[in-house]
């Protein structure tokens, strides 16, 4: 199961630790939700979910502020009772003592931040969705491209890095070569990174390791990039029939996620930079909803109606 460090997630969000005793390196979030514990705080502890990061608003912090100190005893202790990764007081609330005791008591880390409750919801479970998402590594280059994420495979030494570098050079940005990084964000999206080991860098054979970056600038590179478009590169097989209308499209399957994909045959003299620049902008265009499969196959109709209208006429 896929987790990230709770000291990690500090370090992100910037937030304030209140219990620096505890060490937050030992501690995993493991699912992308989040729990505001209003009902918790009211008593009500039937389908509570622990394992959740938890936030206190201004609504529960009030709530709380309201309580009796005997009553608070009560319910802050069954509260911290589970084990909770943490807990997260928004707009710069401070806990009350009672509150500071019982979770030290449990080793339960708490913590404050500027952000309003709403926005740092918004912005926690955005970010654990991506580091939470299940993630597969493959072999290709991934390259933005017009904004389309464009993801390069093929077999080893086809010549996915030099149409990469090409594209580089056109002003597009290189994210990943050699290996990818593939997360599923959403039942719609996927998300492709580089390793930290490889981040920036292009093989090229008979030269060597190059660094992007450092060559073509901080514009050259990004870090993340949806994958919209797949190009897979194959040795031109004479015997093979080639889709040369696309009237239909073709698809790969990544995590479950459907990504459109083109099989493009290599032989000398094919510029595979133009190709995959255009590959993209027709992939773009289809999405504003302009098919030029479908208008020549119009026009073809049109064409012959009026051949046979004309038929009928003689």
Known sequence: MASVKLSIVAEKMKLECLTPEIDLRKIKITQPDINRPALQMAGYFEHFDATRLQIIGFVEFTYMEGLSEERKREVYEKFTAYEIPGVVFCRELQPDEIFMETAKKHNVPVFTTKKTTSSFMAEIIRWLNVKLAPCISVHGVLVDVYGEGVLITGESGIGKSEAALEL???????????????????????????????????????????????LFGASSVKDTQSIDLVIRLEEWD????????GLEENYTEYLGNKV?????????????????????????????GYNAAQELYSRFQQSLNRNRDEDDDD
């Open 168 to 214: 580089i050079k056109r002003g597009h940005r290189l994210v990943t070569d050699d290996a990818v990084e593939i997360r599923k964000v959403s039942d719609e999206t996927l998300i492709g990174s580089a390793p930290d080991i490889t981040k920036h860098l292009i093989e090229l054979r008979g030269i060597g390791v190059v660094d992007v970056k450092a």
């Open 260 to 288: 459109v994909c083109h099989n493009i045959p290599i032989r000398p003299g094919r510029n595979l930079a133009i190709i995959c620049e255009s590959a993209a902008v027709n992939h773009r265009q289809k999405k504003m």
């Open 238 to 245: 004479k015997t093979k029939e080639y889709d040369r209308l």
